[in-house]
């Protein structure tokens, strides 16, 4: 059985191998052709085959082979292009330019790998691109929009792009140029740092391994420089010689503001070539001081700003500088008042936009003093100025005004009045006061000798026996209070028709006195309107007190005839020359006190002391 097994297994395998080598001989490499070459490029083309019969196996691998020989085989460059009988398609990449290849279609089976007919061609050729220039737009002093559409990078990937420009024609990427990124398309570039006013020619360009290709040559202008746009802006703070103005620039026209300010004249539409500011430079708004302008004349001002292109201006404003004015003053207070002089002055305020040629203080003895009638002059220009009256005379009202003179005339200050001071023989002073048509001592008299030299007596001793005692004291502040005299000082009849008033002056009657008294409102309140106020000197409660008339009547009291002092501080007495008719041993007079408003009149003890008011004669 062993044997048997053996020799039925080597038959087997013996048939095997007839019928192998049986089968080989009916199975071959597959039939194919080479396809015909299409889109061919620089560096690809499109091939393929067709196998119209696989020989008896199957087509397990098929494509295309190329070389730069001849007779391409799968052991070199070749694609894959999937299995089975029929037309396939093979794509060529990564070819050299301008090259001649040869192809070979294949397809193998399990027999072997068979080859289609070899067909040759060449690459393309790479040539600069296809490109052109955009329109240019957006166009501004120095700058431009332009661009370019590259339609075909010419076998190469382009590598740079953009345009270029220059004032000749065709211009080249060694002139000025944009760079604008890579590849086809369109782009847009940006031209930059012109020159206002003038003709350029840009081109597009796009450049690839070929070289640099440009689009067509399109010609454009910048916009020139222009003079810049103003406006003139209205004038205020005007004064008799300075005002202020300025402009406002809209635009520099495209060039640098060099000069701006404003220009005047007295006629339209000044130039710089007149008066002008210079207010900087720059397209800012700007404020100009106009000035050394003459008071009271109509001016035209303009405002202006210069670049490259020229000057020019706003418009027209008019406006007329202030006139010149009388001055503005005031008149300073009288003080230092004596019987021939007196101090005042000025302040002159406001020269009225003109030079003060003269100032000072004018009097008079009636209203409203001008400078025709006496004056002082006291320098120029504005400010305080004191002033010295002099040469008046004793005891007379005055009137004076400050004055100030430019060239639109003559001004005055507010007027005072006052009343230079009258003396006594022995120089002793007084203030005087008018009050309606007299004129009064608005001081106790003071003096110890008549006006003609003689002496009046004192004494301490009872004068009660004496037939007519002339005789004179003081009592308490001789310069505040004066002195106190016997009514036969006043007497003329006593005295021998002396005066001891000064010259001019007399010691007033009885009628004169109740003058004064009507004059001021009546009795019952003269006396708080003769009264020197507060309590300074009078007693409390000092009733009534205004001195409204500025006679300033005191409480020295009075002597009586035995030798007493009596009422200081609350009462006032005056002597009339006048005699009581009633009591012939009284004199006449005038009595104030410290608790009423009265002004009383009274008969007073010839013999007492009691003070004396001088008025004037006329």
Known sequence: MKKKSGFFFLVCFLFGI??????????????????????????????????????????????????????????????????????????????????????????TNRVGTAYGDELSFTTGIIVVPTLTTTAVTSITLTTAISGGTISADGGSAIIARGVCWAITANPIITNSKTSDATGIGSFISNLSALLPGTIYHVRAYATN????????????????????????????????????????????????????GVCWATSANPTIASSKTTDGTGIASFVSTLTALTPGTGYHVRAYATNSAGTAYGSDVTFTSNPIVVPSLTTTAVTLITTTSAASGGNVTNNGGGVISARGVCWATTTAPTITDFRTTDGTGTGSFPSSLTGLLAGNTYYLRAYATNSAGTIYGNEFSFNTKIADIEGNTYNIVKIGAQAWMAENLKATKFNDGTLILTTTLDISAEAAPIYQWV????????????????????????????????????????????????????????????????????????????????????????????????????????QDLSVTTQGLGQGMHWNDAVSLRGGFSKPDGVSIRCLRDF
């Open 18 to 107: 007839v019928l192998i080598n049986s089968c080989k001989k009916d199975h071959v490499i597959p039939t194919l052709t080479t396809a015909a070459f299409t889109n061919i490029t620089i560096n690809s083309v499109t091939s393929g085959g067709v196998i119209t019969a696989n020989g008896g196996e199957d087509v397990t691998d098929r494509g295309v082979c190329w070389n730069t020989d001849g007779k391409p085989a799968i052991d070199g460059s070749h694609t894959n292009d999937s299995t089975g009988s029929g037309s396939f398609i093979s794509n060529i990449t990564d070819l050299t330019p301008n090259t001649m290849y040869y192809v070979r279609a294949y397809a």
């Open 209 to 260: 391994l070929a070289g640099t290709a440009y689009g067509n040559d399109i010609p454009f202008t910048t916009n020139p420089i222009i003079v810049p746009t103003l406006t003139t802006v209205a004038v205020t703070l005007i004064t008799y010689t300075t005002s202020v103005s300025g402009g406002n620039i809209s635009s520099d026209g495209g060039g640098t503001i060099s000069a701006k």
């Open 475 to 578: 009592n308490g502040d001789l310069a505040t209070y004066g002195r106190l005299y016997t009514w036969y000082v006043v007497d003329a009849v006593s005295n021998g028709s002396k005066n001891v008033c000064p010259t001019g002056w007399h010691v007033p009657t009885d009628v004169e006195w109740e003058t004064l008294k009507t004059n001021i409102g009546g009795e019952a309140v003269a006396g708080g309107k003769l009264k020197e106020t507060g309590t300074t000197h009078w007693e409390t409660p000092n009733t009534g007190a205004t001195n409204e008339t500025g006679f300033t009547a005191l409480p020295n009291g009075y002597r009586n005839l035995t030798g007493a002092f009596v009422s200081l501080l609350n009462t006032g007495y005056f002597w009339s020359s006048s």
